[in-house]
């Protein structure tokens, strides 16, 4: 009853307070640790708990947070690093390298694309004193920057020893975090409401803030998640100030939102999403590239992207390519088969030449979430058109969790071809790409295999300087185009939606508090 | 009558033991695997495997319902797998504001459906019936999603007389309770307020037919004495049982009201655990409200006794 008397504070006192930040994330934060859940609704509340040692900053380039500064042996297999003096967590213990050293250890075996090869790689990692701590690896991690201060999840939180000694499979009872801002685990109703405090003993650095990079300063006491799961409602209380920033916005509310007074509507991501068309490389007639690249050469990203994000074409692109747009590596090298006007004929030609005789094509959509429901109904058509025999299987997300990691074959309980879309932030390079992994067994569902692409992947890792980084890129793009890892069925973004009274919102693929003032 | 009503909670114990052993089975048979949720989108499928296992999931069935139902037994309802808090500390949240919508629901239909249906019957046939029939008609044919968006957008948004969500505790005043539940409340009791109102009409409608009533008129009883509380009072066995069999509908009806009115409530806590798989949730919060459901069924057949000397257990 405490708990519920708590949530319920004078609203109309609370509107006014500019302290006071009201937020409505994407989804519900059911829980706190962002280690042992990847979820992006528990790295973004965790962004403001916890402290990382690197962050990113808008360049995509790690920068110094909680550390110093560090030093490398000139064979790049020995990193020492020293922490900032006077870091605190939330219960004001300092933040000491045994904190760092743990933390490390809990998060490399959840990190598969970037954590885990740095495990691998470790010969020991050691705290030198209670500032410094060290790596000592027996071959070069080049990225090893880069997966200390990345933003895809999951990130490296400096977690308390203590907690940080959890099994990473289990979860965190206690959450004392090292960001600027506290948890209010008293205030906490999981499916409602979240609560952060203004952690004073935070020490911000000096530098401006850019994305995780800079000094996060905060401007508010309080801010309050409050989870609106309808999205009509969520745009009500928006309109109705009676909150200030929501992260998501329906599409399909934009065009009301940008007519009310007091609201400001904006991309909220630069990086954007990249749709997937997830392939079983495993079954047939999938397991046939020819059969791959039949619906690779008839699939219409337009399409795609128009019953994803609508006619607001400054929402989307086409995207003949595996990178995110406008970032460093980013190429359309290979990308042809996804240019052009689409050909049903070559594409019933190759299902025939596959082999393929009008066996059921198991097409899982997860009917409640609007993307993959789109992006289903979509690839339902297409199929259709190319003379497949689909079998649509209406589903939830959670049960699509589940049967996509099924190897056996469709008519058994697996599947032929499932939707979902990557984080633009997750598809910047290979380190953090899981789903361009072709490692066969070990790849992401879908368990694609191609020695050429795992090439040119270990090629980029090898590269002695962006030429030829970007060289590696092209070949990957192309190999992997190929091979048709997977389908991108375009380029999207969301949009956020702000109160007027609110300024300093960044567009990133995060919610950026810091440096965020209300009036 | 004590006695009956014993026998009756005692008669409760293996309804909700099935019920326990239906939902639990359900649960098992399900497709879904909360595991793949938290490991998220990004996780290989040994993460995943590796939670499950950590969760206990990959365990037989008879293991996991015999825990379960001895942890039950000792007033311990398990643990939520998202969100790591006790199942009882989660429904204790979130009771205050599904009760107090309820109430007030029930207030609101009941003081508006009888009194609409007394008069429905008593002019019967007139515009008056006609206008409290197709108010009926139109309060149960409309779906309460459309009801709450239609009211929100009127009192909040066009009148800026009331808020577009959230729940203010009782304990924080009486006015910013109910100018944060009155919405959600007249959203979710249109239905059921036209669901009394037909009931009443029509078994008014039989009562005012009988030949005690026209004694009554003989006599020169008084309309409304006879209306209330000859007639009323005979009508209402039929009006108490709709009235419980309502609630069901009033406990599905919160669901979608709370999510649409953002209430914190025990609706929502159910879709949020079944959406993730936390089956510990999902199967205390159906005992519960099973439970609930029991005992409603009992004050209803309870209440018989009062409205008719003639009903005896």
Known sequence: MSATAALAAPRLARAADSKILRFVPQANLANLDPIWTTQYVVRNASLL????????????????????????????????????????????EPVLAKDVVASINRWMPRDAPMGLPIKKRIDALEALDDRTFRFRLNQPYSKLLFALGKSSSPCLFIMPERMALTDPFKQITEYIGSGPMRFKRDEWIPGSKAVFERFDGYIPRDEKASWLAG???????????????????????????????????????????????????DIADPLGNIGSFRINHLQP???????????????????????????????????????????????????????????????KKLLAEAGYKNEPIVLLVATDVAITKAEGDVTADLLKRIGMNVQYMALDWGTVGQRRAKKEPPAEGGWNIFHTWHAGADCVNPAPYTALDASGDTAWFGWPKSDLVQAKIAEWYAAPDFA???????????????DVVYIP?????????????????????????WDVTKA | MLAYAARRVLATIPVVLFVALFVFSLLYIAPGDPAAIIAGDQATPDDVERIRASLGLDRPFLIRFGEWLWHVLNGDLGTSIFTNLPVAHMIAQRIEPTTSLMILTLILSLSCAIPMGVVAAWKHGT????????????????????????????????????????????????????????????????????????????????????????TAKAKGVAQNGILFVHAL????????????????????????????????????????????????????????????????????DLLYTLFDPRIRY
């Open chain 1, 285 to 347: 007639p999938f397991n046939d590239v020819r059969a791959r690249r039949a619906v690779q050469i008839a699939l219409s990203q337009e399409d795609y992207m128009r019953a994803v994000a609508g006619d607001d074409e400054t929402l989307w692109k086409t995207l003949p390519g595996f990178f995110t747009p406008d970032t460093p590596l980013y190429t359309e090298v290979g990308g042809e088969p996804l240019k052009g006007k689409r050909d049903y004929a070559l594409a």
């Open chain 1, 49 to 92: 708990m916890w402290d990382t040692l690197y962050g990113v900053n808008d360049k995509l380039e790690p920068q110094p947070q909680m550390v110093e500064g560090h030093e490398v042996s000139p064979d790049f297999k020995t990193w020492t690093f020293k922490l900032r003096p006077g870091l605190k967590f939330h219960d004001n």
């Open chain 1, 489 to 513: 069925t375009g380029f999207f973004k969301f949009y956020q939606a702000w109160r007027t009274s609110l300024s300093g919102i960044v567009k990133a693929p995060f919610p950026v508090f």
């Open chain 1, 468 to 482: 030829a980084e970007k060289t590696a890129i092209d070949g990957l793009n192309k190999a992997a185009m190929d």
């Open chain 2, 127 to 214: 515009w008056i019936d006609r206008l409290v029939m197709t108010t009926a008609v139109f309060g149960y044919s409309t779906p309460v999603f459309v009801i709450g968006y239609l009211l929100a957008y009127l009192f909040a948004l066009k009148l800026d007389w009331l808020p577009v969500q959230g729940f203010t505790s009782i304990s924080q005043g009486l006015f910013p309770f109910l100018r944060n539940l009155i919405l959600p409340a007249v959203a979710l009791g249109l239905v059921y307020m036209a669901l009394i109102a037909r009931i009443t009409r029509a078994t008014m409608l039989d009562v005012l037919s009988q030949d005690y009533v026209r």
């Open chain 2, 233 to 300: 009072k005979n009508a209402a066995v039929p009006i108490v049982t709709i009235v419980g069999i309502g609630f069901a509908a009033l406990i599905g009806g919160a669901v979608v009201t709370e999510s649409v009115f953002a209430i914190p409530g025990l609706g929502r806590l159910t879709v949020d655990a079944i959406l993730r798989r936390d089956y510990p949730v999902i199967q205390g919060v159906v005992l519960m409200f099973s439970c609930v459901y029991v005992l409603v069924n009992l004050g209803v």
């Open chain 1, 215 to 265: 000094g996060k300063r905060m401007h508010f006491d309080r801010i309050e998640w409050q989870i609106l799961p309808d999205a009509a409602t969520a745009s009500a209380a928006l309109q109705n100030n009676e909150v200030d920033w929501v992260e998501t916005p329906s599409s399909d509310l934009i065009p009301l939102l940008r007519k009310s007074p007091g609201v400001a509507v």
